[in-house]
């Protein structure tokens, strides 16, 4: 489990930094906003503290993560 640095090219993902299994199953996370994004105060409340935890290094491990991720599926 790793992060590799990738961009689109044809709409696909090509990676940068080595390559992936073909098949492999990847979670994507953009750095750019692909539209507007509207969030409630409840919404947003919990995103700032969430950013705070990291800001203190209150964190998960990827493994953790990953866990969690594919539990929502």
Do not use: C, W
């Not at 930094?17 to 073909?22: K, P, R």
């Not at 503290?49 to 990953?66: H, Q």
């Amino acid at each position: 489990m790793g992060v590799m640095l990738g961009t689109v090219k044809a709409g696909k993902v090509v990676v940068q930094d080595g390559g992936l299994t073909e098949g492999a199953n990847v979670y994507v996370i953009t750095p750019e906003a692909s539209g507007a994004v509207h969030l409630e105060a409840d919404e947003l409340a919990e995103l700032e503290a969430g950013i705070a935890e990291a800001d203190r290094g209150e964190m998960i491990t990827d493994e953790e993560l990953f866990r969690r991720l594919h539990r929502l599926g």
